[in-house]
């Protein structure tokens, strides 16, 4: 199975619609990817598309939020099309995101995500480093990685999720 991952451009929006769709059964994500977008502080070089045969098949997103003054990313949302989940296909956009989150100067990358999916790839719960989420998530499903180690030190507070991820 040859994926191929790159930024999505405006042709892949309503493709990655799609996916998102399939992957969450509901509109939510599909609306907080909209507003996004629409947002000063989207890069589109860090929302990245899957590909298989032609097809886009994943789509993850990084966003930017801070923690005081500290800048860092929050991925969200990633989605694979349910006929390709459990296949990889998650785990290669997260990676790839990874790299270009550093690339792109950023040294630490936040997640509200399933405990027992996001660790494989490095998070921790963000509590570790007295981060902590203005909403209700549970501890363990709240989780961070730094891109350069020792980043998060020092970066203790509360995190408010950028408006678009509270309206949706």
């Known amino acids: 199975m040859k994926i191929t991952l790159r930024s999505e451009l405006i042709n892949d929006y309503d493709e990655i619609d799609s996916v998102i769709l399939s992957a969450f059964k509901q509109n939510n994500e599909v609306h907080l990817v909209h507003k996004l977008r629409k947002t000063k502080q989207y890069n589109p070089e860090l929302s990245i598309v ?3 045969g032609g097809k886009i098949i994943g789509h993850i997103l990084f966003y930017p939020l801070k923690i005081g003054e500290f800048e860092t990313l929050i991925l ?3 989605a694979v099309t349910l006929k390709y989940q459990r296949m990889g296909i998650g785990g290669k956009l997260i990676e790839e995101g990874l790299i270009r989150s550093l690339e792109q ?4 990358v936040l997640v509200v995500g399933h405990p027992e999916y996001y660790p494989r790839f490095g998070f921790e719960k963000a509590s570790r480093w007295g981060i902590r989420l203005s909403s209700n998530v549970p501890d363990e499903a709240f989780m961070a990685i730094e891109l350069i180690e020792g980043s998060l030190i020092g970066k203790k507070g509360l995190v408010d999720l950028p408006k678009p991820y509270l309206e949706c």
């Open 105 to 108: 100067g950023f040294t630490s």
């Open 50 to 52: 899957a590909f298989l």
């Open 76 to 78: 969200a949302p990633l």
